[in-house]
């Protein structure tokens, strides 16, 4: 546990010179647990914008609202986690139009919750049957609904943005769950590797409870990661086994395995995410 007070604070630099702009400190405290210093910090997750806005999530320390010129709009204070084996803290929020949803999953106490962006007021918030995971929620569109869909150990869940109401779940994926869903084409892409491998492809437009179902059109059970997130590139889906770099492929539509476990020489340890640009990755 730490003895020392942190500093938890939004840069903001020129990015041609480095220089600071400007930097507000959002909270000093003394954190009420720690994290494994070789996995992350107390500023794991990562801050989002919409051009007019900057969002600082600093989990148990909260989430801040500033404007491009570092002046705070408003603040919100969720309390404090409790991580499994003391990890430390790292799920980000998400932002889709005028709404943050920020996944809440810990050893106590676990919920999703919806925010106005503008104003910081809560628009709904939904207990979770789950512990701790780190996995950043995703929202995608479904016949022009857009819904918000977390993955965790002990089911994948999909919520209504506008009301938090549970659209379906799905059991399959493993423990400590860490990687994002990703989607496209009307199927979403949920995965996992720690104690085992799970990717399971999802048909969106269903409802309830879609295990053993044909909702699933395809899994994949090997060589799956702990900690990157998968990438969803140009009809096909790009991922580490484990932490290592050892590059699977897989054809997003069908699951036919394209590229099986190939090791990267120059890559002997990896927990950034692939990156998708100009046909490369």
């Not at 048909?203 to 409870?209: N, S």
Request: net charge neutral.
């Amino acid at each position: 546990k730490p003895a020392e007070t942190y500093q938890f604070v939004l840069l903001c630099l020129d990015r041609q010179t480095g220089k600071t702009l400007w930097q507000q400190v959002a909270r000093e405290e003394v954190p009420h647990e720690g994290h494994h210093p070789t996995d992350g910090n107390f500023a794991a997750s990562s801050p989002i914008t919409d051009g007019q806005h900057v969002f600082a999530y600093f989990g148990s320390r909260g989430l801040y609202c500033y404007d491009m010129s570092g002046k705070l709009q408003w603040s919100q204070d969720f309390g404090k986690m409790r991580i499994a084996m003391g990890f430390g803290e790292g799920s980000s929020p998400a932002l889709y139009k005028d709404t943050l949803i920020v996944n809440w999953d810990n050893e106590d106490g676990s919920f999703i919750i919806a925010l106005d962006k503008n104003t910081g007021k809560t628009l709904w918030k939904v207990a979770r049957e789950e512990k701790t995971s780190w996995a950043t929620p995703l929202v995608v569109e479904h016949d022009g609904k857009p819904q918000v869909i977390a993955a965790a150990t002990g089911k994948i869940r999909s919520y209504d943005l506008a009301t938090g109401k549970l659209i379906w779940e799905c059991g399959g994926l493993t423990r400590n769950v860490i990687p994002s869903p990703v989607a496209a084409d009307g199927q979403v892409y949920c995965i996992s590797g720690f104690m085992g491998s799970a990717l399971l492809a999802i048909r969106l437009g269903r409802e309830g409870d879609l295990a053993g179902t044909d909702a699933i059109a395809w899994s994949h059970k090997k060589n799956t990661p702990y900690v990157p997130s998968p990438l969803l590139f140009g009809g096909k889906l790009y991922f580490f086994s484990s932490n290592n770099g050892i590059l699977s492929c897989l054809d997003a539509k069908s699951g036919g395995v394209l590229i099986d476990a190939e090791k990267l020489a120059d890559l002997p340890g990896v927990y950034a995410s692939p990156l998708g640009a100009s046909g490369r990755v």
